[in-house]
């Protein structure tokens, strides 16, 4: 399903509306979400909500894939608003920034639902 152009005034009001805490987050486009959620991301998150990693590196431990690997998986997910990658000096921390997923299949939309801290 296709969205029609938005204007940017419109879309900075709306913006500033949910800073503001008085307008909810819009809901996202659920296509390119669904298209990464490979069983292999789901795993990932899986693994980072049940063990939260306090580095990539104990992420490759605790999974056996290799690190450019799963370096470019955490980014896809971080694109969708999933997994924080949180830099600490040289090293990066996975976060895990959603429990689950709403998605409305009549709009093609999904909303996220916050993972707790």
């Known amino acids: 399903m296709r969205t029609k152009p938005i204007d940017l005034a419109v879309l900075r009001e709306q913006m500033r ?18 298209a990464a959620l490979s069983p292999e991301a789901l795993d990932l998150l899986g693994v980072l909500l049940r063990e939260r990693p306090a580095t990539i590196s104990d992420l490759v431990a605790l999974t ?15 694109s969708h608003g999933l997994v924080g990658l ?29 993972a707790s801290v």
């Open 86 to 114: 949180v830099r600490s000096g040289r090293e990066v921390r996975p976060e895990p920034l959603v429990t689950g997923l709403r998605v409305d299949l009549l709009t093609g939309t999904y909303e996220p639902e916050a």
């Open 17 to 34: 509306a949910v800073a503001r805490g008085e307008a909810k987050t819009p809901a996202r486009p659920a296509a390119p979400l669904l």
């Open 64 to 78: 056996g894939r290799a690190q450019p690997n799963l370096s470019r998986s955490l980014q896809q997910l971080a």
